[in-house]
Nanobody, 122 residues
Framework: QVQLVESGGGLVQAGGSLRLSCVAS????????MGWFRQAPGTEREFVAG????????RYADSVKGRFTISRDNARNTVLLQMNSLKPEDTAAYYC???????????????WGQGTQVTVSS
């Protein structure tokens, strides 16, 4: 069973950058579709970015397109989320997820990390 551990969150000023990392266990990382989601207190979890198992396809929420980049490093069983030009509305707990489908739906993912907090100040 795959396990996911996120890191890289923190406090950053608006306009700054952070890079989130998600390290996955197991041999099957290259077969997993990966996604990033975020959830602010009192809100529903929302899709941020996804990458398919081959790495050939990516998708982004409209709110982050052009600012965030998802990538994967299969040699290190890692998926990354580079976040640039951060805005206060990006403040949330960010979660890494894996599953059998290339999807923007949270219900399509089987395994979730514990989350890493991103706080963007104005």
């Amino acid at each position: 069973q795959v396990q996911l551990v996120e890191s890289g969150g923190g406090l950053v000023q608006a306009g700054g950058s952070l890079r989130l990392s998600c390290v996955a266990s197991g041999r099957a990382f290259s077969n997993l579709n990966m996604g990033w989601f975020r959830q602010a207190p009192g809100t529903e979890r929302e899709f941020v970015a996804g990458i398919d198992n081959s790495g050939d396809y990516t998708r982004y929420a409209d709110s982050v397109k052009g600012r965030f980049t998802i990538s994967r490093d299969n040699a290190r069983n890692t998926v990354l989320l580079q976040m640039n030009s951060l805005k206060p509305e990006d403040t949330a707990a960010y979660y890494c997820a894996s599953g059998n489908f290339y999807s923007a739906r949270a219900s399509s993912y089987d395994t979730w990390g514990q989350g890493t907090q991103v706080t963007v100040s104005s």
